[in-house]
């Protein structure tokens, strides 16, 4: 017997279904129309596309593959979900990790990593103290309408700077 309290994920026939507190089921995949299915209990969010995600990270990649240097991209949706991961030829193993840590600093921040930097210093306790961040340069968020949907975080080159602008380079793509 299920708790009214209880939430339940699961699939029935194919389609993804909810049990809310009511104890009535919502399936993800009804053919209502969207502007139908207004709800007091949803939202909706903006994710970027695995195309999208894919021509950024290329871009990237491309960009500091240009400036030689070997670096791992790596394209973050607002929920932390990796979308897309490109480790370069010869990039270091450590790169991986740095370029995931970025993009989910820059997307759960909104900002540039290089532009929360100073917020991480000191002795006492602060942000570099949340689990996942890395405060070093190379993460950029990508914004629709001034919110962060995404971020793109690249590792290996010499200089987060140049990290940076290799991100920004994926950011731009687009535009």
């Given at each position: 017997?299920?708790?009214?309290?209880?939430?339940?994920?699961?699939?029935?026939?194919?389609?993804?279904?909810?049990?809310?507190?009511?104890?009535?089921?919502?399936?993800?995949?009804?053919?209502?129309?969207?502007?139908?299915?207004?709800?007091?209990?949803?939202?909706?969010?903006?994710?970027?596309?695995?195309?999208?995600?894919?021509?950024?990270?290329?871009?990237?990649?491309?960009?500091?593959?240009?400036?030689?240097?070997?670096?791992?991209?790596?394209?973050?949706?607002?929920?932390?979900?990796?979308?897309?991961?490109?480790?370069?030829?010869?990039?270091?193993?450590?790169?991986?990790?740095?370029?995931?840590?970025?993009?989910?600093?820059?997307?759960?921040?909104?900002?540039?990593t290089s532009a929360l930097?100073?917020?991480?210093?000191?002795?006492?306790?602060?942000?570099?103290?949340?689990?996942?961040?890395?405060?070093?340069?190379?993460?950029?968020?990508?914004?629709?309408?001034?919110?962060?949907?995404?971020?793109?975080?690249?590792?290996?080159?010499?200089?987060?700077?140049?990290?940076?602008?290799?991100?920004?380079?994926?950011?731009?793509?687009?535009?």
């Amino acid at each position: 017997m299920m708790n009214r309290r209880t939430a339940v994920l699961g699939t029935v026939a194919g389609l993804a279904t909810v049990v809310a507190s009511t104890g009535v089921a919502l399936a993800a995949n009804d053919p209502a129309p969207a502007s139908a299915k207004k709800s007091p209990i949803t939202q909706s969010t903006q994710v970027l596309t695995i195309d999208a995600a894919s021509r950024a990270a290329s871009k990237a990649l491309e960009a500091a593959a240009k400036g030689g240097h070997r670096v791992t991209v790596v394209v973050m949706d607002r929920s932390g979900v990796v979308r897309v991961t490109l480790h370069g030829d010869g990039a270091g193993p450590q790169t991986d990790e740095s370029a995931k840590r970025k993009a989910f600093t820059a997307v759960s921040f909104g900002q540039p990593t290089s532009a929360l930097v100073a917020r991480a210093g000191g002795t006492n306790p602060s942000v570099r103290d949340i689990p996942g961040t890395l405060f070093l340069a190379g993460g950029v968020p990508v914004t629709v309408d001034g919110v962060a949907v995404a971020a793109i975080g690249v590792g290996g080159a010499p200089s987060g700077d140049l990290d940076e602008k290799y991100a920004q380079a994926g950011v731009d793509a687009l535009r």
